[in-house]
Each structure stands twice: as structure tokens, then as C-alpha cells.
């Protein structure tokens, strides 16, 4: 089963790799910067699209994201 923290975890890594400001990030997918805070600490999800907005500015696939990989080889 795919979790929260899971998504969390990810999105804390792509963000760090991406070498983009939180600020930076917020701005660009237009969201408060407060309310990127809140998903990185995990204390709110991202709506369905302010992750796809996410992925297309992290240049991130979403099934890596959502765990979709790690997901689908643990069914085998």
C-alpha cells in the first residue's frame, strides 16, 4: 500500500535535486510557498493537480512519485 509519507519522502527528494527554492517552486506552480511547506512536512496532500503541476516543473514521471513502481513489483 502506497502512504502519505511515501509521496512525502519523494517529493523531498526530487525538490533537494532540483536545486529550486521552495519559494521558487511555489511561485512557479502557483501555490503559496506556505502551502508547499505544508506537503513537504506533511501536514497536507497536494491536490491531484498541484502534483501534476509538481512533476511537470521537477520534470518528475507521477508513478514515481505515487510510488506506482515499487507499488506494481510488490503484487508480483
Sequence with gaps: MITNDQIRVKLIIAIRESGITQKELARRIGIAQQSL????????????DTLANLCEVLDLDANDILCIHEFAEKDK
Design 37 to 48: 511547506a505544508q506537503y513537504l512536512t506533511g501536514r497536507a496532500m497536494p491536490a491531484v
